[in-house]
């Protein structure tokens, strides 16, 4: 009844707008070429009506729009023009307009995204956004992108599970952690580059979407630029080199278009030591279109990444060894070998049906995709620890010795470290020979091994030039089987299946002897199964355009152990119990026009969701037990902007405010405290955090050739509430009479409200300026300044257990507030400085358009902190005091350190 009311209301707003158009016609054209442009996109800026050229780059459009408007026209890989526009009814004839070669098309490739971390270590702290916005012209988000993601900024502190991905319609988050997995289509730039974004909480006709914003990836041959382009990189980032070959049919006579592109990227190293990069993809695109209404699309992505990881560093182990230092590797046989490797190779198959109607536009899609997300260890039992920074191997550990500081061995230490800084991999091929069959050291995977089916539809329909709706649903699911197999028992004979702390069977029903090949330790299935419907409507009218969307969700999960654990005969064995979420979320937003150059935008948001699959088991590995009294996390947030379009200033200015409430984390370390020493799983419950500031973004035409750029963002992420701990020893070597029967500890609330959330730089500044030359050369500069970041907290430091004495029982007599407060003061990182450079040239020889592409980041070669995190084995006040006692602790917090100065190199060819 309501939405009758709502839509009754609207049409009469149509009534008295009146009928009035106005008709636009023009042709685009390539200029040097004079090539016709296709599928390009023309748009007045203060409106949603997008129109499109036709094969011979004609266009022909009816806007009822009237008064002073700016018209933009759009095309992959060209430079965006905007004409300003009197609407009165009046036909306008723009004849040919001709659009340069984006030359800067390149920065796309040099985008430094830290999606998946380049840098990064066992806790998966760092999570970027920055993938997402590489297809946004926003000026801001064109900085956050491209600029401040090197020191780990996330826009408006919000981790990419806040934003949606999609190919074709298709949702590509993944149920584990909620992020996109940018490797799944890594390396295939040419064709993931024809891309919708939208910001924020702004409509999307594909998905409800998430706060972050939205990105629709299109891989429809169709809307590709025909021809063969050939591209070859240097860098001295992750890979060193790469090779990229793809071709486009274009639309043919038939209705059939076709798209291949394969690339090639490696690094024996990277700017890390021991980070090797080899990577290979592939993709294949067939589109038929029945007619130019309806069309099928077939498309395959396979893209296979494997590459050397890196680990954050003490203060202490950066000073001796310097911010490239990575001790995960050592040579073996004269090549270098990294104990920490991942692996992604998740190929990806979609089939769409698109219908586009005058008014009304539908899209099915169905996604298949399967494969594995491993990653490499070493595993040692009963053995030395081999990792060469291990804190009884390093100087910090004689000097903050209990029995007082000996700093003849500390200098020892220090000598022996410098000289054997990496993994001594012949040293643990020794040892194993020494340990008769049985192996002390081992080098096994961690496997993920998923299936996912996964489908959506979305249906857009105009209603009239006032009135527009949308609805659509989306399913996934995923089976997900989770193991550990050995992948090499460096010359042991066999592998005991048992764990050393408890001295208990892993798989009780199994063999006790484990081969290579042979899955141990662990495992089990996930089964996770989501459902989504939205249904939206948008009304425009002169001044005003508004809209209103909702979703309603439903998700599934459980577990099935394949392993019987000794540790946990009752749960561990078999299917759990199934954990479910209904999920409704709500947005709308309006947009006031003060002129057709100023408007006003407000959008709010309030959306339910499940908590993510990594923050539902305690610890999945071993048994089916979830987090108790689990709630589903409520997201609320508004955003206000101003936006100005005016014919040499453009930009907009940003308010938001966000608040996530009932949030679950669940960490995963080692502690030694008043309550016990062990392997634990910190389980924090009633979380929430608090998210608000302001963001802009100006651009200023000088001239023809000159831009200059000033964007910044100045937030206040903390954390808003004093959540509950909860402890899960796995072998209750904590005082028995404080563990529950499961194994749990209550440590009641964590101080934690106020404090800053470690989410990258909290405040951002960029001033740019670039210089486009007639002669097809351009180079631009930015100078950046970062401040306000974070490192990652130890909750465990800041509850009540942490002030307790194990030997009495009783609070440390010196734990007052002062001294606590002064020793768990938050560690505010270093102030950035950064100066970009970025450049390029183009030429146009007999038809052949030939493109070089050349950026310089960190010009200055400034070595800075981009995050870290306390550890948490220091686990009550006695002992933290006295490792700080030395200005070195043994258990400092790590750090992960930025690359110094890096280059981007590209040679394109295009026919």
Avoid at 810 to 827: I, W
Wanted: hydrophobic share 35%; glycine share 8%; proline share 3%.
């Amino acid at each position: 009844m309501r939405l009758a009311i709502v839509l009754a209301t609207l049409c009469c707003c149509k009534s008295l707008c009146g009928q009035q158009s106005t008709r636009i016609t023009g042709q685009l054209m390539e200029k040097g070429s004079d090539a016709p442009i296709s599928n390009a996109i023309i748009t007045l800026e203060n409106t949603s009506q997008e129109f499109a050229t036709d094969s011979n780059g004609e266009f022909e459009i009816n806007v009822s729009e009237t008064g002073e408007q700016i018209l933009r026209i759009s095309a992959l890989d060209f430079i965006s023009k905007r004409f300003s526009v009197y609407l009165n009814g009046t036909p306008i004839d723009l004849g040919i307009i001709y659009l340069e070669r984006d030359i800067a098309r390149e920065q796309t490739d040099n985008l430094i995204s830290l999606t998946d971390g380049d840098l990064s270590d066992d806790f998966e702290s760092v999570s970027s956004s920055m993938g997402l916005l590489q297809s946004t012209r926003d000026v801001f988000l064109n900085r956050a992108a491209f600029d401040f993601g090197q020191a780990f900024f996330k826009v408006r502190g919000y981790d990419s599970r806040n934003g949606q991905v999609l190919i074709n319609g298709v949702p590509m988050n993944k149920f584990f952690d909620g992020r996109p997995q940018w490797n799944n289509w890594g390396g295939l730039n040419d064709v993931v580059r024809n891309q919708e974004f939208t910001n924020s909480l702004t409509l999307n006709p594909y998905t409800f979407g998430g706060i972050l914003g939205n990105t629709n990836i299109n891989t429809r041959p169709s809307g590709m630029r025909p021809g063969l382009r050939l591209s070859s990189s240097l860098s001295n980032r992750t890979y060193r080199g790469r090779l990229m070959a793809t071709y486009n049919s274009g639309e043919k006579q038939s209705g059939l278009a076709y798209s291949v592109s394969a690339s090639r990227r490696w690094a024996k190293e990277g700017f890390v030591e021991g980070t090797l990069y080899d990577a290979y993809s592939f993709f294949g695109a067939v589109e038929y279109q029945f007619n130019p209404q309806n069309s099928l699309t077939f498309t395959s992505m396979l893209a296979r990444n494997r590459r050397g990881r890196s680990s954050a560093l003490t203060e202490e182990v950066f000073h001796l060894m310097g911010g490239q230092y990575n001790p995960y590797w050592g040579e073996q046989d004269g090549k270098i070998r990294n104990s920490r490797e991942r692996e992604i190779f998740e190929p990806l198959f979609l089939l769409n049906y698109t219908l586009e109607k005058k008014k009304l536009n539908w899209n099915i899609g169905i996604a298949y995709q399967t494969g594995i997300n491993s990653r490499s260890r070493l595993g040692y039992y009963n053995a030395p620890n081999p990792d060469p920074t291990y804190y009884r191997y390093l100087p910090s550990y004689h000097i903050n010795s209990s029995i007082g500081a000996d700093f003849i061995n500390a200098n020892l230490a220090k000598e022996a470290f410098l000289e054997n800084p990496q993994l001594n991999w012949e040293q643990l091929y020794t040892a194993n020979a020494n340990n008769g069959e049985k192996a002390a050291y081992l080098l096994y995977d961690d496997v993920a091994k998923s299936t996912t089916i996964s489908g959506a539809t979305n249906f857009n329909y105009s209603l009239s030039d006032f009135i527009k709706l949308g609805f659509g649903g989306n399913y996934k699911a995923t089976s997900s089987e989770n193991y550990a197999e050995i992948q090499d028992l460096l010359g042991a004979g066999f592998h005991e299946d048992m764990d050393t702390f408890s001295n208990t069977l892993n798989d009780v029903d199994g063999d006790l002897q484990k081969s290579e090949g042979e899955k141990f330790n662990y495992h089990y299935n996930l089964d996770a199964f989501q459902m989504e419907g939205f249904a939206q409507v948008k009304f425009t009218s002169k001044k005003w355009n508004g809209f209103v969307s909702a979703s309603y969700s439903n998700f599934n999960v459980l577990r099935d152990g394949f392993f019987k654990n000794e540790r946990y005969l009752e749960n561990s064995f078999g299917t759990g119990e199934k954990v479910s979420f209904s999920n409704l979320a709500y947005k709308g937003g309006s947009t006031y026009f003060l002129t057709g150059r100023h408007w006003f935008t407000a959008n709010a948001a309030i959306v339910e969701r499940p908590p993510i699959i990594q923050n539902i088991f305690i610890n999945p590995r071993e048994n089916n037990e979830t987090v108790p009294e689990l709630q589903k996390e409520v997201v609320s947030s508004v955003d206000l902007s101003y936006f100005v379009r005016l014919p040499s200033l453009t930009g907009r200015i940003s308010a938001f405010y966000t608040r996530f409430q009932h949030t679950t984390d669940i960490n995963f370390f080692f502690v030694d405290s008043g309550l016990g020493s062990d392997f634990v799983q910190e389980v924090i419950t009633g979380l929430d955090r608090l998210h608000r500031g302001i963001e802009f973004g100006f651009e200023y035409e000088a001239s023809s050739s000159i831009k200059l750029t000033a964007a910044g963002n100045v937030g206040h992420y903390v954390y808003a509430s004093d959540p509950s701990v909860q402890i899960n020893f796995d072998t209750a070597s904590a005082e028995e009479d404080l563990i529950a029967p499961e194994g749990n500890i209550d440590l009641g609330i964590a101080a934690l409200k106020d404090l800053k959330l470690a989410q990258g730089p909290q405040t951002a500044l960029a001033l740019g300026v670039s210089y486009r030359a007639p002669k097809y050369w351009w180079i631009s500069g930015t100078t950046n300044f970062l401040t306000n970041n974070y490192s990652n907290l130890s909750i465990i430091t800041r509850t009540s257990s942490f002030l307790m004495d194990p030997e009495t029982g009783e609070p440390f007599p010196d734990a007052s507030d002062v001294n606590v407060s002064k020793l768990l003061k938050q560690n505010k990182l270093d102030d950035i400085y950064l100066l970009n450079l970025v450049g390029g040239k183009s030429w146009l020889i007999n038809g052949k358009y030939i493109s070089f592409f050349a950026s310089i980041n960190n010009v200055f070669d400034t070595v800075f902190r981009t995050g870290g995190y306390e550890q948490s084995r220091n686990g009550n006040y006695g002992q933290l005091k006295q490792d700080n006692q030395s200005g070195s602790p043994s258990f400092a917090p790590k750090y992960w350190y930025s690359y110094g100065r890096t280059y981007f190199l590209n040679l394109a060819i295009s026919f």
